[in-house]
């Protein structure tokens, strides 16, 4: 590539002290030097403000990044909010107690560059506790049931994104045309990775990267343990389910129709308190 493409890097940041600077941390120390960092913090109530402040006085000659601070509106409001204002031809996005590892960014800008009729990169990453002690290899195959062998062909990788959903926050690199093909998140979709995942894998436009490319946070706030929770993911797939089922084939139509109708059932009986 004569001219490297920016690479806006967006972190919805709420309530992530003990992590954030880890995060920022790990996206300076990436060695592709055309990236900017967005953050926005979603009406933080702990000291993520000042730990921002600070960092951003620190490194300021050697990463550029715009940092706000409102109100609370919530991750998917968030993220739209974040991808409005960003300036790069690729957009990485994760959760503020996540961080980069291997140095994976100029990989992956050179995969979008030789494939610009797919609008996602997805990869993969490793399994951490609140101490970084590592908890999984993969988060994708380890953590999560995913199949492997499947993630290599348009066909199969439908197949593992309707049916067999495990890929995590932090492991997507997008071209910003995808907000023009696709649309924004929806904000009222709980589940926001796999309802966008689902409106791209109907455009045949998502490519796997077989590469552990950040660190995924496990702890209280991101694993689905209790009933309201539960209900939560359920309804959202049965949103998205309805909203974007009819982009698919018909066998592909049926079975998540199925699939709907089977989670239906699910928060049926969790609302009744079986």
Not at 12 to 22: D, S, T
Not at 154 to 182: A, C
Not at 191 to 200: G, I, K
Request: overall charge positive; proline content about 2%; some cysteine.
């Amino acid at each position: 590539m004569s001219e490297l493409p920016l690479v806006s890097i967006l972190i919805p940041l709420y309530n992530h002290e003990k992590f954030i600077e880890n995060t920022l941390e790990s996206i300076k120390k990436d060695k592709y030097k055309q990236k900017e960092v967005l953050i926005i913090n979603d009406g933080s109530n702990d000291n993520s403000h000042e730990i921002v402040l600070k960092w951003i006085e620190k490194n300021k000659k050697e990463i550029n990044v715009i940092y706000k601070y409102r109100e609370n509106k919530g991750v998917r409001i968030t993220l739209n909010e974040l991808i409005s204002l960003s300036k790069g031809k690729y957009i990485i996005q994760f959760s503020s107690d996540d961080y980069l590892i291997n140095n994976t960014i100029s990989e992956r800008v050179k995969i979008l560059e030789n494939n610009p009729s797919k609008l996602m990169l997805i990869a993969d990453a490793i399994v951490v506790d609140d101490d970084d002690n590592k908890i999984f290899d993969s988060a994708n195959f380890q953590l999560h049931s995913g199949k492997k062998e499947n993630y290599f062909s348009d066909k199969t990788l439908k197949k593992e994104i309707l049916y067999n959903w495990s890929v995590v926050g932090p492991v997507y690199m997008v071209n910003k045309r995808i907000y023009d093909k696709i649309g924004y998140y929806d904000p009222e979709i709980y589940l926001e990775d796999w309802d966008y995942a689902v409106r791209t894998i109907s455009k045949n436009a998502i490519l796997f990267f077989d590469e552990k490319v950040a660190a995924y946070r496990l702890h209280e706030n991101n694993t689905i343990k209790n009933k309201d929770a539960a209900i939560k993911f359920s309804e959202s797939c049965i949103k998205t389910i309805e909203k974007h089922g009819n982009k698919f084939s018909l066998k592909d139509r049926l079975r998540l129709w199925n699939k709907a109708r089977k989670l239906k059932r699910k928060v049926k009986r969790l609302k009744n308190g079986n």
